[in-house]
């Protein structure tokens, strides 16, 4: 077994805390990866409080995950030690199912491992990345080009590839018309995808203060929804609307600014269901649609992509001690836009 230390909490009811455990040994096919950074996720904060559904706990959180490998096991292929490899929202699964030969593992129907909070093949718990370091197979890893910033690169590992691989899907790019719903984690990844794709971006949000922001990522227009006014002026107007928000909150809002055949793509995750009238789809054809994260060879695609046009989250770097501050401010949404733990802290 492998020693590691992270950040765990016990139970829905208690704070993270460091806590000393073991991980499974590197098996022929499997990497070990130091851990440099992790994002921090809304996801974390939904799991670690059983938001969702009844955890396994003790858990250790974090799914944005990017290091240096320092060990490989006899047989694997893809990776060296010294190689950076980042770790995404999975580890493992069947890789016989319709979907893992469609390439969407990520919705394996058998026997899908997440990379915390879940079970692995060999029957023992899976720990995230708020630790030194993570076992994984080769195939379940990600090459993490050396031209960008190593923590920003982080957050691409869920933010990205869930903004990046809805908007592949339909095709979005150039005509169209892209509404993004909020402005955080995911929202500014949406706006730079959108953009790097052609497409005309649109930020909705309910706060004033980000239109600056909105305008730096370089977002055609913004439109503040508290103002019935602004939002009566884009009625009818976006092709796609990707929401974007991990809150409660009132889809109904948005689909009237479809255009006829339009299309609402939800990628928050929000805990309470939509309530949607059928009338506010038949009228004008509209889809309401979910995306998760993409699988194994659209997030290395994805990765490459950023490599490629030098796109990166725009993150705050904060020390693991830190890490209750930074979900106050993540749930209120004042983080610009990502936080990433510098790893380093809690080795030390």
Same mark, same amino acid.
């Given at each position: 077994m492998i020693q590691s230390v992270g950040y765990a909490a016990q139970n829905a009811e208690t =704070?993270? /805390?460091p806590w000393n455990f073991e991980r499974r040994d590197a098996g022929l096919l499997d990497i070990e990866i130091d851990i440099l950074f992790c994002g921090v996720c809304h996801t974390d904060w939904h799991q670690i409080k059983n938001e969702w559904f009844s955890g396994i706990f003790p858990m250790v959180p974090g799914h944005e995950i990017v290091g240096k490998v320092s060990r490989v096991g006899a047989h694997v292929t893809k990776f060296k030690v010294g190689d950076? /490899?980042?770790v995404g929202v999975m580890v493992d699964a069947c890789r016989h199912c319709d979907d893992c030969h469609s390439g969407q593992e990520q919705f394996c129907q058998i026997s899908p491992v997440q990379t915390y909070n879940s079970t692995g093949h060999d029957g023992l718990p899976t720990y995230g990345?708020?630790?030194t370091n993570t076992v994984i197979n080769e195939d379940f890893a990600h090459h993490i080009s050396e031209k960008l910033n190593l923590a920003a690169v982080a957050p691409l590992l869920c933010a990205g590839i869930t903004t990046y691989s809805p908007l592949r899907r339909w095709k979005v790019g150039k005509g169209h018309k892209l509404a993004v719903v909020g402005l955080g984690g995911l929202g500014h990844m949406g706006v730079k995808f959108g953009l790097a794709f052609? /497409?005309?971006?649109?930020?909705l949000s309910t706060s004033e203060a980000k239109r600056e922001d909105a305008k730096a990522l370089g977002a055609h227009q913004f439109v503040v929804i508290k103002d019935a006014d602004a939002l009566a002026a884009v009625k009818g107007k976006f092709d796609f609307i990707l929401d974007t928000v991990a809150a409660d909150h009132d889809v109904n809002l948005?689909?009237?600014l479809l255009r006829t =055949?339009?299309?609402?793509i939800t990628v928050g995750m929000p805990s309470a269901p939509f309530q949607v009238p059928s009338?506010?789809?038949? =009228?004008g054809n509209k889809t309401v649609t979910g995306s998760g994260a993409g699988g194994l060879l659209e997030t290395q695609e994805m990765l490459d992509f950023c490599a490629k046009h030098n796109i990166v989250s725009d993150i705050e770097l904060i020390d693991i001690k830190d890490i209750y501050p930074a979900f106050e401010r993540m749930l209120k949404g004042e983080v610009r836009y990502r936080f990433v733990i510098d790893m380093k802290t809690l080795a030390n």
């Open positions: =704070n993270l /805390a950076l /490899a980042g990345g708020y630790s052609g /497409a005309d971006v649109t930020v948005y689909l009237p =055949n339009g299309t609402f009338f506010s789809l038949s =009228n």
